[in-house]
């Protein structure tokens, strides 16, 4: 390196040296922390004894974190799939001209600007079995009333429709974003050759915009794999814990059961499925490009 280049060096270092120490205090440090911690018998109040590898082998024989991991699967892979499908459908109808749209565009982006919290306590008193809107209209409608988050079959399907709710109008405009940048000559082209709406959106339009859905998927499945503030209001983990995910799980070891050893392994373990499940997605994303 040349002087030039050492004076440079000079130059960076105290750019570099805060940025390093928050780095190190916000992300390093606590994952530090929290591996150290897994690796103890560690209650609030107790001794704190190291006992290696025991968190890690409870894990492996606990069924209530076992079915956690199952429940946090197959909710996050329908609070995928819905949201990024009516994403696309509504994309593509927003893509279009006509009159209002920008108005509609508004209304429809609206549920993604208030806060999960709000949203879980409307939803909650539209979910009531007596007083709530939606059994109304069922039973208006000569459909049975649902039990909605009271049941242990539908608890699940109804979280990830309130999660559908909210975060389809950010697929809507990571999609519609997409669409926007396609060109018009392959469409033209297809026309010319007789190729019908559906064929031209399959054959052009899909192609063309699945990095941005890729995008979109990514995003969406890294929150819906952490989503916790919905749960907690809405169902609290019930009915008994027919919609305890690991996330919820991980609170109560550490807040309610005060389990704090026992909590940073699960945590441990739920940083290494999202990580995984990052890994597969990005992967898959590069693919599309």
Aim: charged letters at 10%; one cysteine or more; proline letters at 6%.
């Amino acid at each position: 390196m040349g002087l030039r280049g050492r004076n440079y060096a000079r130059q960076y270092w105290p750019f570099l040296v805060p940025a390093g120490v928050v780095v190190f205090a916000v992300i390093v440090f606590p994952w530090i922390f929290t591996l150290y911690m897994s690796t103890m018998e560690w209650h609030v109040g107790g001794n704190i004894t190291f006992n290696g590898l025991a968190n890690y082998k409870r894990l492996l024989t606990d069924d209530r974190f076992l079915w956690s991991v199952v429940r946090t699967l197959y909710f996050t892979a329908m609070a995928v799939f819905f949201p990024v499908v009516l994403g696309i459908a509504a994309a593509v109808c927003f893509h279009k001209e006509f009159p209002f749209r920008g108005l509609a565009r508004t209304i429809f982006i609206l549920p993604m600007m208030a806060t999960p919290v709000a949203i879980a306590l409307v939803w909650t008193m539209m979910f009531h079995p007596q007083l709530g809107v939606l059994n109304y209209l069922l039973t208006s409608v000569g459909l049975p009333a649902s039990q909605w988050q009271y049941s242990p079959g539908t608890v699940i399907p109804t979280l990830v429709m309130v999660e559908t709710w909210q975060w389809t109008p950010l697929v809507m405009l990571i999609v519609l974003g997409g669409l926007a940048s396609l060109p018009i000559d392959p469409y033209e082209a297809a026309r010319i050759d007789g190729a019908s709406p559906w064929e031209s959106f399959r054959h052009i339009t899909l192609p063309l915009v699945w990095p941005h859905i890729m995008v979109a998927l990514v995003i969406r499945t890294i929150d819906a794999l952490k989503s916790l503030d919905i749960i907690f209001v809405i169902s609290n983990g019930g009915p008994g814990t027919s919609s305890e995910t690991m996330n919820y799980l991980l609170y109560l070891e550490a807040f309610s059961f005060y389990d704090i050893g026992y909590a940073s392994a699960i945590v441990v373990v739920f940083f290494v499925i999202i990580l995984l499940i990052s890994m597969l997605l990005f992967t898959s994303r590069r693919q599309a490009y």
